[in-house]
């Protein structure tokens, strides 16, 4: 194996891209609206509204850029993809290594909100961290993607790799929406060094694989309900990413407030409503993909991933074996299909299973002390183990 160089990174967009960004953003053009609009048929155009005129006149990118810039971060490259991440090491001399990997529509912005607290808790009795925080290839600042094949399984080699340039050995791993999948494809190509793994696990992914069997309980009932109604009402977007990535690309990179509709809808979505997603946090991810462009490499995850599957979600546990690391699994009530931990012990060796009182499918946006507290708790209970 090849070890390329790690280099040191620092956003810097470049003002021409800043001032072309409010030049489309002043000459949008809207689309027309059946009295008022609602719901159920998108993002409604008085919440687009809202949220382009902060876009405009409100939203500071060079701020964002500065406070992610808080954090040290590097690029290498891996497999022909460039791969960057934020690389935040803890003081602490019995902190151990931890890779946060995000999903769609997220960046490694995702976890700004925790990633001190993790590498040096206020609590110093706490577990602490040296925080691993890649942008998933094709996603962000590892993008765009140079060539197909970038699923999970890839992606997990790439990030092996990163972790022995930066020096780490023995790691955890959480992940949330397509970084779960990740996560678990992690602990299968670097079981050696993959000590545990930390998931939002994808209830939308087991309850696809049990749509056909009668619910053992009234906690089956529902999350099955509810898949139901995701394949049916709320997963045009998996499909168009899954099988006209390309197609999609062309409105979302030549119309910032369609990549702003495309996500923001699903920050909406999917978080709690009692603890949504701050509009600047969606206003920052949207910015990244902008930026970047990486609006169709992005989607390219859905096309890896699901394209041989009807329904989405229904295709990576299909086809991927046992994970026999511990695993713990954190389910956040709002999440789009909550996980149910007898389907998920048929794939994971579940050591740690917690029902958390809020938060949905952004847990690192919505709730960030929850999910501290989550993986603070499971590396202290790996310890306990050990």
Same mark, same amino acid.
């Given at each position: 194996m090849t070890s390329a160089p790690v280099h040191p990174f620092r956003i810097s967009v470049a003002q021409s891209d800043v001032d072309d960004l409010r030049r489309r953003l002043e000459s949008a053009r809207w689309p027309e609206e059946i009295d008022r609009t609602r719901p159920e048929d998108g993002i409604t155009v008085e919440a687009m509204r809202e949220l382009v005129d902060r876009w405009r006149d409100g939203f500071d990118w060079r701020a964002h850029e500065a406070d992610l810039n808080r954090f040290p971060q590097v690029t290498t490259e891996v497999d022909g993809q460039l791969l960057h991440a934020v690389h935040r090491r803890s =003081?602490? =001399?019995d902190a151990e290594p931890l890779v946060l990997l995000h999903g769609w529509p997220s960046t490694v912005a995702e976890f700004r909100h925790i990633v001190d607290e993790l590498a040096e808790p206020a609590d110093p009795s706490a577990p602490a961290f040296h925080v691993v925080a890649p942008s998933l290839p094709g996603f962000g600042f590892s993008g765009p993607l140079r060539e197909r094949g970038w699923g999970a399984h890839r992606m997990a080699d790439a990030i092996a790799q990163l972790m022995r340039r930066l020096g780490h050995g023995r790691y955890l791993a959480h992940g949330g929406d397509a970084g779960y999948q990740v996560a678990a494809a992690?602990?299968?190509?670097?079981?050696?060094?993959?000590?545990?793994?930390?998931?939002?696990?994808?209830?939308?992914?087991?309850?696809?694989?049990h749509r056909d069997e009668p619910p053992a309980d009234d906690a089956e009932a529902r999350a099955l309900a509810l898949y139901t109604d995701y394949v049916r009402d709320k997963s045009a977007y998996a499909l168009l990413n899954a099988t006209r990535p390309q197609t999609v690309s062309y409105g979302l990179a030549d119309s910032p407030i369609g990549q702003l509709a495309w996500i923001a809808e699903k920050f909406s979505d999917w978080a709690d409503p009692a603890h949504p997603v701050a509009v600047d946090d969606v206003l920052t991810t949207t910015s990244i993909f902008w930026y970047t462009g990486t609006a169709a490499s992005s989607a390219r995850f859905y096309q890896e991933e699901y394209t041989a599957n009807r329904a989405p979600g229904t295709g990576p546990a299909t086809r991927r074996g046992f994970v026999d690391v511990p695993t713990a699994v954190s389910s956040f009530p709002s999440e789009i299909v909550p996980p149910i931990r007898r389907w998920a012990e048929e794939r994971y060796r579940i050591v740690r299973w917690?029902?958390?009182p809020a938060g949905g499918h952004f847990s690192a946006l919505e709730r960030p002390d929850l999910l501290v507290g989550a993986l603070q708790g499971f590396a202290a209970q790996l310890r306990a183990m050990a």
């Open positions: =003081p602490r =001399p992690l602990a299968r190509v670097d079981g050696d060094q993959v000590g545990g793994i930390h998931l939002n696990l994808g209830g939308v992914g087991l309850a696809g694989l917690s029902e958390l």
